[in-house]
Nanobody
């Protein structure tokens, strides 16, 4: 299993920005695609964004397109999520995860292993 440590969440007003970070030590990070997911209270976990192992390819769920940007630093074994123009509906706990297949990573919402997540709260 890949150890995953998310950080960077907080309370922000609508229209504001946050930058989430995910550290994935203890594994050959550059061999995995990485992704961000989120789970709002009372809702199922959902896919947010993914990035290929090289960082060349990215994928976003429609509600965040044009507002969120995923990036990674393979040397530091980190993945980031820059979130701009935040909306109250973005309020959730955000998680990162890893998968050897970029094409499959968006479907791993029910994976068994997750980090502790980082809470994002957007006030209206």
């Amino acid at each position: 299993q890949v150890q995953l440590v998310e950080s960077g969440g907080g309370l922000v007003q609508a229209g504001g920005s946050l930058r989430l970070s995910c550290a994935a030590p203890g594994r050959t990070f550059s061999t995995d695609a990485m992704a961000w997911f989120r789970q709002a209270p009372g809702k199922e976990r959902e896919f947010v964004a993914a990035i290929s192992r090289s960082g060349i390819s990215t994928l976003y769920t429609d509600p965040v397109k044009g507002r969120f940007t995923i990036s990674r630093d393979n040397a530091e074994k980190m993945v980031f999520l820059q979130m701009n123009s935040l909306k109250p509906e973005d309020t959730a706990t955000y998680y990162c995860n890893a998968h050897p297949s970029y094409s499959a990573i968006s479907t791993m919402t029910t994976a068994a292993f997750w980090g502790q997540g980082t809470q994002v709260t957007v006030s209206s």
